[in-house]
């Protein structure tokens, strides 16, 4: 069965203090790895997608890695702004209309200043 | 670019009303539609899938009578949620994702997300 695990579930940073989360997947056949960020109330924001073991992506203080089991979202000397929930997702094929994102739980991140 | 827009952002309604909820991609075509809820604190949950001119696929478990899906046009999906009761309340999130290939095909954009309250 297709499962996308994130965690931790929650992360507490102080403003500058680095750190990862971690994204383990099982897909029988990936077909992208996705990364997006949340708001409260508010649809996901895309952020990167990744193809291949080995494949890196950075925006600003994000940058995301693939291996074959696992993603990591590295986030460089955060700000209060990167607070958010972030959500990881694999793209796998579902009933005959075609391939879906499955989504893992997201982690919560706050960052204080 | 690849904006999705939803309307209504937020809605309340009375117990046995339907609501209608609209999904447009904005500056591309969007051959596939997606749709989801969310629960508080919980990740979001595919509802269905439906691509333009084609009826939906529902995931096991979603009424298909409940939860009606029209994608009549490549820049728009509607979600109407008839006779509504309250443990219908949620929040309803449409995405949307082009054709060709590359990116744009892979990728889901989403919408802003649809409060739905019922009382």
């Known amino acids: 069965e297709d499962q996308v695990t994130q965690s931790p579930e929650a992360l507490r940073l102080q403003e500058g203090e680095s750190s990862s989360l971690n994204c383990s997947y099982t897909v029988s056949g990936l077909r992208g790895l996705f990364w997006y960020r949340q708001d409260p109330g508010k649809g996901p924001e895309f952020l990167f997608t990744?193809?291949?073991a080995g494949e890196e992506k950075e925006k600003e203080r994000l940058k995301a890695t693939l291996t074959k089991k696992e993603s990591f979202l590295h986030i460089t000397a955060p700000k209060p702004e990167d607070s958010a929930t972030y959500l990881c997702?694999?793209?796998?094929?579902?009933?005959?209309?075609?391939?879906?994102?499955?989504f893992g739980k997201g982690t919560t991140l706050s960052v204080s200043s | 670019g690849a904006v999705v827009s939803q309307h209504p952002s937020w809605v309340i309604c009375k117990s046995g009303t339907s609501v209608k909820i609209e999904c447009r991609s904005l500056?591309?075509?969007?051959?596939?539609m997606f749709w989801y809820r969310q629960f508080p604190k919980q990740s979001l949950m595919l509802m269905a899938t439906s691509n333009e001119g084609s009826k939906a696929t529902y995931e096991q478990g979603v009424e298909k009578d409940k939860f009606l899906i029209n994608h009549a046009s490549l820049t728009l999906s509607t979600l109407t949620v008839t006779s509504a009761h309250p443990e219908d309340s949620s929040f309803y999130i449409c995405?949307?994702?082009?054709?060709?290939?590359?990116?744009?095909?892979?990728?889901?954009?989403f919408g802003p997300g649809t409060r739905l309250t019922v009382l």
């Open positions: 997702a694999v793209q796998a094929w579902v009933n005959q209309a075609g391939t879906a994102l499955i």
């Open positions: 995405s949307a994702r082009g054709p060709g290939t590359g990116a744009l095909t892979d990728t889901q954009y």
């Open positions: 500056d591309f075509q969007a051959t596939t």
């Open positions: 990744l193809y291949s």
